[in-house]
């Protein structure tokens, strides 16, 4: 099946430095990737769309200057969270939607556990 | 109101029980309808996908209900491996649409206990 490798899985980094988390589908190409963040015992909030060769969409209330979203290339897409701060701790979750013929699923990453101290 | 919204539980479920819950969703224009499973700090996993008529995959069956705009799903001889956070997703646009994008409820906690 499609696999969306997420890395990395697990980051600690201080206050004030960005971190950059990647998001590459294996096996098919993407053109839509989706970030997703959840906080503890929370839903998945969508924070962007990330489209392959244009710029990302992102949603109410998502700083996009603080949240860069690059999809370079049909398998990649990185976010990187910029000048971090506590608050930004959290659970983030990438996610492809698979276009080949017959299938539209979405694939998500393994997540990317993002720790400010 | 959130535009997909589920009990939180958590549900308590005697091993080989059976379990309902329900998600109803806001927006009467909604599409695509899906259960995903979400164990502790991991990524959600696709558990189904939701049919106009219903439809059943194994020990769980999910259901439809435009009129009311709620999905359910049931898990029958409940297993203690069936413990995990069950999240209703939505999704406003056709499978295919260009655009579209999944909105997820808050999740539904089962806790299958021996």
């Known amino acids: 099946g499609a696999v969306v490798s997420q890395h990395p899985s697990r980051v600690i980094c201080k206050s004030g430095t960005s971190v950059k988390i990647e998001c590459r589908s294996l096996?098919?190409?993407?053109?839509?990737m989706f970030w997703y963040r959840q906080f503890p015992k929370q839903s998945l909030m969508l924070m962007a769309t990330?489209?392959?060769?244009?710029?990302?969409?992102?949603e109410q209330g998502v700083e996009k200057d603080k949240f860069l979203i690059n999809h370079a290339s049909l398998t990649l897409s990185t976010l990187t969270v910029t000048s971090a701060h506590p608050e930004d701790s959290s659970f983030y979750i990438c996610?492809?939607?698979?276009?080949?013929?017959?299938?539209?699923?979405?694939?998500f990453g393994s997540g990317t556990r993002l720790t400010v101290v | 109101r959130k535009e997909v919204e589920q009990d939180p539980g958590p549900f308590n479920v005697p091993e080989g029980a059976t379990v309902a819950f329900n998600c109803t969703y806001s927006n009467s224009a909604s599409q695509s309808f899906f259960w995903y499973r979400q164990d502790c700090r991991k990524e959600p996993k696709l558990l189904m996908s939701v049919y106009s008529s219903g439809n059943e995959d194994g020990r769980f069956t999910a259901q439809l209900n435009r009129a009311s705009q709620y999905i359910s799903l049931l898990i029958r001889d409940s297993k203690l491996s069936d413990s995990a956070t069950y999240l209703c997703?939505?999704?406003?646009?056709?499978?295919?649409?260009?655009?579209?994008?999944?909105?997820f409820g808050g999740g539904t906690r089962v806790l299958v206990k021996p």
């Open positions: 096996d098919f190409q993407a053109t839509t």
């Open positions: 996610s492809a939607r698979m276009e080949r013929v017959g299938n539209y699923g979405y694939t």
């Open positions: 997703v939505v999704n406003r646009m056709g499978l295919r649409a260009a655009g579209n994008k999944l909105t």
């Open positions: 990330s489209n392959e060769g244009s710029k990302a969409t992102y």
